[in-house]
């Protein structure tokens, strides 16, 4: 038995490293694209997932060619070994064409779409790819599984994975004065936000506070120098630790939207989610998402939980603006607030279990 499986940013790193290590405890061979959590966990890791990591529409064309070529090798070497299983994880604009060129050579084993694209949200036309090319959908969030199922989409769903991942801890240290700044483990995420959140960083170190900025390992080698590099001649610090525990020894986190904004409110910690992108990108995000929030936690609870800041916006300035209020009401006795809607959060995600049930679901299928 065996399962091919792809993923191409940290986020899904992670989710596929867990499952990895449950399908492999069932004796099934785990092989195909991953990053340092998949290697980790025992698959064969033929491709590094970096090879994916392009931010937004316009960086996307200009990788198009080469992404096109990886494509294609994925597909000769599924076809080659002929698994029973095709697990994608997440990275929609790489795995749809990835799904349809496996089924136009003749694929004919389980295709899954873990963390299948957000189309609740946006662009709801590729619900019909995902009904026409793949056997199973397992999704992050109850109203996601609620939308495939209205739309014909095989899903099964129990509760978010990191409510098995992520604990909350107690209530942020206000006198140690920690503060994490999470630019983005994507390096054009990194690079369009890192001066902003460092200018901010310089100001709230003047005011007393401790900034320290994260760092992952899962990014290329040659941004996370360049990160390195500014930083220290800023003498701002960094850490290469796991973002939740470098935000469980903050009181607040400065955060680039995605996955790290759920990790935050299950962890427990206020803060502020800012997002830069290509102009044409915001454009069409602004055209196409069905949502006034980026950010999954006020998706989740439909108000704003964490304050946004886009484009612009996005400033050492403009950042203090913001920042700056909340850490004084954190002080002045304002945490009940936040612990209220952390609570609530974390309710509506679901129920322990997620990486048992996809396990269980992928391992029946490579049987």
Same mark, same amino acid.
């Given at each position: =038995?065996?399962?091919?499986? $792809?993923?191409?940013?940290?986020?899904?790193?992670?989710?596929?490293?867990?499952?990895?290590?449950?399908?492999?405890?069932?004796?099934?061979?785990?092989?195909? *694209?991953?990053?340092?959590?998949?290697?980790?966990?025992?698959? &064969?890791?033929?491709?590094? =997932?970096?090879?994916? &990591?392009?931010?937004?529409?316009?960086?996307?064309?200009?990788?198009?060619?080469?992404?096109?070529?990886?494509?294609?090798?994925?597909?000769?070497?599924?076809?080659?070994?002929?698994?029973? %299983?095709?697990?994608?994880?997440?990275?929609?604009?790489?795995? #749809?064409?990835?799904?349809?060129?496996?089924? @136009?050579?003749?694929?004919?084993?389980?295709?899954? @779409?873990?963390?299948?694209?957000?189309?609740?949200?946006?662009?709801?036309?590729?619900?019909?790819?995902?009904?026409?090319?793949?056997?199973? %959908?397992?999704?992050?969030?109850?109203?996601?599984?609620?939308?495939? #199922?209205?739309?014909? %989409?095989?899903?099964?769903?129990?509760?978010?994975?990191?409510?098995?991942?992520?604990?909350?801890?107690? *209530?942020?240290?206000?006198?140690?004065? !920690?503060?994490?700044?999470?630019?983005?483990?994507?390096?054009?995420?990194?690079?369009?936000?890192?001066?902003?959140?460092?200018?901010?960083?310089?100001?709230?170190?003047? =005011?007393?506070?401790?900034?320290?900025?994260?760092?992952?390992?899962?990014?290329?080698?040659?941004?996370?120098?360049?990160?390195?590099?500014?930083?220290?001649?800023? $003498?701002?610090?960094?850490?290469?630790?796991?973002?939740?525990?470098? =935000?469980?020894?903050? %009181?607040?986190?400065?955060?680039?939207?995605?996955?790290? @904004?759920?990790?935050? *409110?299950?962890?427990?910690?206020?803060?502020? !989610?800012?997002?830069?992108?290509?102009?044409?990108?915001?454009? #069409?995000?602004?055209?196409?998402?069905?949502?006034?929030?980026?950010?999954?936690?006020?998706?989740?609870?439909?108000?704003?939980?964490?304050?946004?800041? #886009? &484009?612009?916006?996005?400033?050492?300035?403009?950042?203090?603006?913001?920042?700056?209020?909340?850490?004084?009401? +954190?002080?002045?006795?304002?945490?009940?607030?936040?612990? &209220?809607?952390?609570?609530?959060?974390?309710?509506?995600?679901?129920?322990?279990?997620?990486?048992? +049930?996809?396990?269980?679901?992928?391992?029946?299928?490579?049987?």
């Amino acid at each position: =038995m065996s399962v091919f499986v $792809s993923c191409g940013e940290a986020s899904g790193d992670m989710y596929l490293g867990e499952l990895t290590e449950r399908l492999l405890e069932r004796g099934i061979r785990v092989f195909g *694209m991953g990053g340092p959590r998949v290697l980790g966990a025992g698959a &064969q890791v033929l491709w590094d =997932m970096r090879e994916l &990591q392009v931010v937004g529409f316009t960086e996307a064309l200009g990788a198009l060619p080469r992404l096109i070529r990886l494509r294609d090798a994925l597909v000769r070497h599924v076809m080659e070994s002929r698994p029973r %299983c095709v697990v994608l994880t997440d990275s929609p604009d790489f795995h #749809l064409p990835l799904a349809r060129k496996l089924r @136009s050579v003749g694929y004919r084993g389980s295709i899954v @779409s873990l963390v299948p694209p957000a189309v609740w949200i946006w662009r709801r036309g590729r619900v019909r790819v995902l009904r026409e090319l793949f056997d199973l %959908c397992l999704p992050l969030f109850p109203f996601e599984h609620r939308f495939l #199922l209205e739309n014909g %989409c095989r899903s099964f769903f129990v509760g978010h994975p990191l409510l098995e991942t992520v604990e909350a801890v107690d *209530m942020p240290d206000l006198s140690g004065g !920690v503060v994490a700044f999470m630019p983005g483990s994507r390096p054009g995420e990194l690079r369009r936000h890192l001066m902003p959140f460092a200018e901010a960083a310089v100001g709230l170190r003047e =005011m007393g506070y401790r900034p320290v900025f994260s760092v992952p390992g899962s990014m290329p080698e040659a941004d996370a120098v360049w990160a390195r590099g500014v930083l220290e001649g800023m $003498s701002l610090p960094w850490s290469s630790e796991r973002g939740v525990d470098l =935000m469980g020894r903050s %009181c607040f986190v400065v955060m680039a939207s995605g996955t790290v @904004s759920l990790e935050a *409110m299950l962890v427990g910690r206020p803060g502020v !989610v800012a997002y830069r992108t290509g102009f044409i990108t915001m454009l #069409l995000a602004r055209l196409l998402v069905r949502s006034r929030w980026c950010s999954l936690p006020n998706i989740l609870l439909g108000r704003e939980v964490y304050p946004e800041l #886009l &484009q612009g916006d996005v400033s050492g300035e403009g950042l203090l603006r913001v920042l700056l209020p909340l850490l004084k009401g +954190l002080l002045e006795g304002g945490w009940s607030r936040w612990a &209220q809607a952390f609570l609530e959060g974390r309710k509506a995600l679901g129920e322990r279990g997620a990486f048992g +049930l996809w396990a269980d679901l992928v391992a029946e299928r490579a049987a």
